[in-house]
């Protein structure tokens, strides 16, 4: 009887948990939303500390968007695979890095810029490295492949 009942319980807390309501979002904030990423689906609202993030995907890239209160937005962070590079920067990392293929990645952008994370794979080592919007890159870290 004991376990029906602790059973009971845990799937009431879990349907509860999952009938939870997304954070209200200020109308600045979604008409902005809707404005810049007309082609959102998937999206899920948080907030926290004064700023609201919406993640979505578009296009079929992931991204990540963060407001102020006003509506304004400060940051994006789009993930995504490396057709969807911009040709000038995948030309740079060509370049830099004749011998390892594009991977992966991370482009954030703010009011200081675009930067892109990205991990390149080698015969022997994968690489995470930086590049800025004006094609400089730097190394951040290169580790052994696990499978070599």
Request: with cysteine; glycine share 4%; proline share 3%.
């Amino acid at each position: 009887m004991k376990k029906l009942l602790i059973a009971a319980l845990w799937v009431q807390c879990v349907s509860l948990s999952a009938n939870a309501t997304a954070p209200a979002v200020n109308e600045k904030i979604l008409q902005n939303f809707r404005h810049l990423f007309k082609e959102a689906l998937s999206v899920s609202w948080s907030s926290t500390a004064g700023v609201t993030d919406a993640r979505f995907k578009a296009d079929n890239i992931r991204i990540w968007a963060r407001f102020n209160a006003h509506g304004d937005l400060l940051q994006t962070v789009r993930y995504y695979t490396p057709e969807y590079l911009p040709p000038y920067i995948a030309s740079k990392i060509k370049a830099a890095y004749k011998k390892q293929d594009i991977y992966g990645v991370t482009e954030v952008s703010n009011r200081s810029g675009t930067q892109y994370l990205v991990v390149l794979y080698g015969k022997d080592h994968l690489y995470n490295i930086r590049v800025n919007d004006d094609g400089e890159t730097g190394l951040i870290s290169k580790f052994r492949r696990a499978d070599k």
